[in-house]
């Protein structure tokens, strides 16, 4: 049997690589209106950011995590010697713990500036069993704003969020959003070690990982899917009888801004998100249709200690991710359009054989005007050359005969409307050439 690709992973072939080049570009756009400037951070880091900042009470960290080894250090470690931190690599399961290390490392906070407001987008890993809208190989976009600790940040972030999946095609009736305070470092301890204590009052109906949760994160049970810890934890003690003063305040001007911007959500008090950095605010949109028990498609929240753990200066932080094959799915069950046709200005079509030489010279005449350009590479007749020109979505179709040659023209038709008419080919060399020297040339321009 041929080598096939790992399990988990997808080959995007070209229609799904122009709908993640589509996705990418809509979110840059988006978020770059509310003034986030890209960032590109390594594929893999130190595996104690990941153990640091995402906590290891998490399945991310003690179950998913793919290590990174290199050859030498593979033989040390079969030799049962320890790696250095520095050797000790994974790959990344998650954007934000990347994205604040380089915010902390690069000095980008600066006392008394507006706060960092970064952008990214790329592939992450979890080594989690495959399944529908859940790869080992993932691709996400998300924001990170670090040094603003105000409710705006955090309103403003989840309205973005919103605005981004209407702009993709899914509409706002077909989400559900769900928000929730997790409160902060005065108040959750104590909340903390109420769940905990609820927990073992109910041990033998717990599962032994929920039991083990109780010991690191209780919190973390909330997401159990097992029917037996749902049932106990629904009657589980709730975090906004717990809020202190400071966290309720700061929920309910979260909830009063997005009242104002007409964004409707529901509060769920037992949403806990899935990573131990989340501190207050934490949000997550879901949908109901195409997407089976995986329904969520973006969340985050507010991470204030975040950047300490990572043994950075205090800075408080807010984000979130978007995963793309996720969203592709609700997309695509909103009867949203997620195919993203081919482009291509010109086809140059030569009608006899001994003219593809003055047909490969126009095409290049094309390309360097900065206009897309493609001819037949396969000596077709012209006839399956036109019908080529429109399944590669061809907007003209440029036929380059003997007659029209030496009478010094250019047979163009456009494909959508099936129009033809001559263009005095030196005139249009003229335009191309100007093109190449400058600006980029258009279809219309073309045409004259």
């Not at 964004?263 to 949908?287: K, S």
Request: include cysteine.
């Amino acid at each position: 049997m041929a080598i096939q690709r790992p399990i988990g992973t997808e080959d995007l072939l070209p229609d799904d690589a122009r709908f993640k080049e589509h996705f990418i570009h809509t979110a840059y756009r988006v978020f770059g209106r509310y003034g986030y400037a890209p960032i590109e951070t390594p594929l893999f880091e130190q595996t104690d950011l990941f153990v640091r900042g995402i906590g290891t009470a998490t399945d991310v960290v003690s179950k998913e995590m793919f290590t990174v080894v290199s050859g030498g250090n593979l033989t040390k470690l079969v030799a049962g010697e320890d790696l250095p931190a520095k050797s000790r690599l994974s790959l990344r399961p998650e954007g934000t713990a990347g994205v604040v290390r380089a915010i902390a490392q690069n000095g980008l906070i600066v006392p008394g500036g507006a706060p960092v407001k970064l952008m990214y987008a790329g592939p992450m890993f979890r080594a989690e069993r495959p399944q529908k809208g859940r790869l080992r190989e993932f691709n996400q976009v998300g924001v990170e704003c670090l040094g603003a600790e105000d409710p705006t940040v955090d309103a403003e972030g989840i309205i973005m969020v919103m605005r981004f999946f209407e702009e993709m095609g899914i509409p706002r009736e077909s989400m559900r959003l769900l928000i929730n305070s997790m409160g902060d470092e005065n108040c959750r301890p104590a909340y903390r070690d109420a769940v905990k204590k609820y927990i073992f009052a109910h041990a033998e109906d717990m599962c032994d990982e929920c039991l083990h949760r109780a010991e690191v994160n209780p919190l973390r049970a909330f997401d159990c899917k097992k029917e037996g810890c749902k049932r106990v934890m629904a009657g589980a003690p709730l975090i906004p009888d717990w809020l202190c003063d400071d966290c309720k305040a700061h929920y309910e001007q979260v909830k009063a801004l997005l009242d104002a911007a007409g964004i409707a959500y529901v509060e769920d008090p037992t949403l806990v998100r899935g990573l131990d950095y989340y501190t207050r605010t934490v949000f997550e949109v879901q949908v109901d249709n195409g997407m089976g028990s995986q329904n969520a498609i973006g969340g985050g929240g507010r991470y204030d200690k975040l950047m300490e753990e990572i043994g950075g200066k205090p800075a408080p932080g807010f984000g979130f991710a978007l995963g793309l094959e996720r969203c592709k799915l609700a997309i695509e069950a909103a009867g949203a359009q997620t195919s993203v046709p081919a482009t291509l200005d010109v086809y140059v079509a030569a009608v006899e054989d001994d003219l593809r030489p003055e047909a490969f010279r126009f095409l290049q005449q094309l390309r360097d005007a900065g206009l897309s350009a493609e001819m037949d590479h396969q000596s077709r007749s012209l006839k399956s050359q036109l019908k080529q020109a429109n399944k590669q979505g061809a907007r003209l179709a440029a036929i380059l005969g003997p007659d029209e040659l030496a009478a010094g023209k250019l047979h163009v038709r456009d494909m959508a409307s099936h129009d033809e008419r001559d263009l005095d080919l030196a005139a249009v060399r003229a335009y191309l050439d100007a093109c190449a020297a400058g600006a980029t040339g258009t279809v219309e321009g073309l045409l004259g």
